[in-house]
């Protein structure tokens, strides 16, 4: 049953501003208009058919977002798998075996280099010169 309201009384119903009922009535999107009034007469809304509009309007807001949302869930579900494949492929490893991996060869390196002073120093006892001193310990350090 359609209840004909104007502009005034379907803000107070709906708690928008005239403003806004005008802004909804000019962008061409479906807004109910019983009847538009000539210059100096009112409009005439169905109160009931402006309610049923918004609910729409906001589900179909609503839907839209929920679909985009669905859309980022989807892809984002669809890279973790496609990464989860690459890693047990063995095209990906963990930043933690990185990591492991990197503090094991720093070890390594550092052992090896820490060990130069004591295979080098008898030798160095009895070389006087610093250009023969660098290219013997530039070599101990190139086998490292």
């Given amino acids: 049953m359609a209840k004909l309201v104007n502009k005034a ?8 501003s005239e403003r806004t009922i005008s802004s909804w009535q000019g962008e061409d999107n479906g807004f109910p208009v019983v009847s538009r009034g000539e210059r100096g007469e009112e409009n005439v809304y169905d109160a009931p058919a402006v309610v049923a509009w918004l609910l729409q ?7 839209g977002e929920s679909q985009e949302a669905r859309r980022r869930l989807v892809s984002a579900q669809a ?17 933690e ?5 990197a503090r094991a060869t720093a070890r390594e390196v550092r052992d090896a280099l820490l060990a130069i002073p ?27």
């Fill in 97 to 101: 075996e990185v990591r492991l991996g």
């Fill in 118 to 144: 004591d295979r080098l120093a008898p030798a160095l006892v009895s070389i006087r010169d610093a250009a023969t001193m660098r290219q013997a310990l530039a070599g101990e350090i190139g086998k490292a």
């Fill in 79 to 95: 890279s973790r798998a496609e990464l989860e494949l690459q890693r047990r492929q063995g095209a990906l490893v963990s930043a």
């Fill in 57 to 63: 309007r906001e589900a179909a807001r609503w839907g």
């Fill in 9 to 16: 009384e379907l803000s107070e119903l709906l708690g928008y």
